[in-house]
């Protein structure tokens, strides 16, 4: 097993090349990311035990030699890479809810308001007045204003969501 083939660097990569790379192919290959890929558990660990001995300088000189690489210390290593990636999957989840929920809230505002309208259409069309049809108007717009809401609500949190993922990869 080359560990340099595996992460997709040289074998003169510096550090911050090798820790690029890691991060790239574990968001690629990380099984809770990529729930529909049956390899994805075995290529994550290999890319993680490639990490483990590729940023660890002493690991990386004695596999660089020829010489064993102490399991022991790569499997702490990629059980501690493990244990990461599930705090941030963690960290991030309560806000990918409450995302959820406001795009949730603001289609449902949206069909109400959809409701509310053809309801205000059907009687305005049964009226000699015509008064409902105000009502419908401002139901469809209150409706449209609580959607983009939402829909804008989501996508703040969303950005926030990848800044603070990027931020807890970029410390692996």
């Given amino acids: 097993m080359n560990y340099y ?19 790239e192919k574990a968001k690629a290959t990380h099984p809770d990311l990529n729930p529909n ?16 001995v590729l940023s660890n300088p002493v690991e ?5 030699n020829g ?3 102490d399991s022991n210390a790569t499997e702490f290593t990629v059980n501690e890479i493990k244990i990461i990636i599930a705090m941030i999957k963690a960290q991030v989840k309560p ?14 505002w949206l069909a109400l308001g959809l409701a509310v309208s053809i309801g205000s259409y ?18 469809v717009i209150f409706g449209a204003i609580q959607a983009v809401r939402g829909y804008s609500a989501y ?18």
């Fill in 67 to 69: 010489f064993g690489v």
């Fill in 155 to 172: 996508n703040k949190i969303m950005n926030l969501v990848k800044e603070a993922e990027d931020e807890l990869w970029s410390k692996l």
């Fill in 122 to 139: 059907i009687s305005a069309m049964n009226s000699p007045y015509g008064g409902p049809v105000v009502i419908m108007w401002g139901a």
């Fill in 37 to 52: 890929n049956p390899n994805a558990s075995e290529q994550f660990n290999e890319i993680a035990t490639a990490y483990a």
């Fill in 5 to 23: 083939e595996i992460l997709g660097v040289n074998k003169n990569a510096t550090l911050d090349q090798i820790k690029r790379a890691f991060r």
């Fill in 60 to 64: 990386r000189e004695k596999y660089d």
């Fill in 95 to 108: 806000y990918k809810r409450a995302a959820k929920k406001h795009i949730i809230v603001g289609g449902l």
